[in-house]
């Protein structure tokens, strides 16, 4: 297929501003996931300690242990549609969100979207690195009985989880 359109794909994109090594697809030889790595992917998002947290809750709120985790399961899977159709194209043409967000928002809109993403993201790494600093108060708590004493012992176990996280992070 040597047409226009398969000699515009060819064009050199580097000077675009449009464009940039991240929002290159990923070539097919780098696409190794198989389906496994996907749903174990998946698994791995919907067994973690917010899970448990919200399992919890439910208990707590008077669900017994297979109402909670049938409660969790079914949102689980109503989350696993949208979330499907959202990869299906990246993992088919080895797109990034924000590419794909360009074809139903445009260029613009895409940075709209993305954004929207990251608040989303940002506002999870807060309530994971909250459970974080709550685990670290206790072991710190159990570990030196002096902690508790200490005024802000929890903000402060908030600051050292968080900045453990961006240590790693980076």
């Not at 992917?41 to 809750?57: F, K, N, P, Q, R």
């Not at 807060?126 to 685990?135: F, P, S």
């Amino acid at each position: 297929m040597r047409g226009v359109a398969a000699e515009h794909l060819d064009a050199d994109l580097s000077g675009s501003p449009l464009w940039n090594p991240d929002l290159a697809p990923t070539p097919l030889s780098r696409r190794t996931w198989s389906t496994y790595n996907i749903a174990a992917l998946w698994i791995g998002m919907a067994v973690v300690i917010t899970t448990y947290t919200l399992a919890s809750g439910l208990m707590q709120q008077g669900m017994t242990w297979y109402q909670a985790l049938f409660t969790i399961l079914l949102g689980n899977v109503i989350v696993l549609l949208p979330m499907i159709l959202n990869a299906h194209a990246g993992t088919k043409y080895g797109i990034s969100f924000p590419v794909l967000c360009r074809a139903s928002f445009g260029v613009r809109g895409a940075n709209v979207a993305a954004m929207l993403r990251a608040i989303v993201a940002c506002g999870w790494f807060g309530i994971q690195t909250w459970i974080g600093a709550l685990a670290l108060d206790a072991l710190m708590n159990a570990a030196w009985s002096g902690w508790s004493q200490i005024g802000i012992h929890t903000a402060l176990s908030f600051a050292i989880f968080w900045g453990i996280q961006v240590w790693i992070i980076l």
